[in-house]
């Protein structure tokens, strides 16, 4: 099993930044790649950003494509989301999570093939 901690979330205006960071911890080297998915109030989890350990290309959903940076320290085991021009339909709760399986591209945007999952921590943007 996969531990994993988000931080970095908090109140940012639009057009601001943040930078979400999550810690790996436990059987990390079952882990093949760490996503981070959001959910907003009322709404589904959606996928934000993926990223292999091994170093393929990161994947992203088209809202945040431009604007977020996925990123991974392998020697630290944690994987960074970089968050610019945010907008406050980018308030939600950010969960990091990890998969041992395999995916590329679209493949890793799938939520129910992820394993283990973060607390959550809160990025609100305010208009």
């Known amino acids: 099993q996969v531990q994993l901690v988000e931080s970095g979330g908090g109140l940012v205006q639009a057009g601001g930044s943040l930078r979400l960071s999550c810690a790996a911890s436990?059987?990390?080297?079952?882990?093949?790649?760490l996503g981070w998915f959001r959910q907003a109030p009322g709404k589904e989890r959606e996928f934000v950003a993926a990223i292999t350990w091994s170093g393929g290309v990161p994947y992203y959903a088209d809202s945040v494509k431009g604007r977020f940076t996925i990123s991974r320290d392998n020697a630290k085991n944690t994987v960074s989301l970089q968050m610019n021009s945010l907008k406050p339909e980018d308030t939600a709760v950010y969960y990091c999570?990890?998969?041992?399986?395999?995916?590329?591209?679209?493949?890793?945007?799938?939520?129910?093939?992820?394993?283990?999952w973060g607390q959550g921590t809160q990025v609100t943007v305010s208009s």
């Open positions: 436990g059987r990390t080297s079952s882990s093949y790649a």
């Open positions: 999570s990890s998969r041992r399986g395999y995916c590329t591209g679209s493949w890793c945007a799938a939520s129910e093939s992820y394993d283990s």
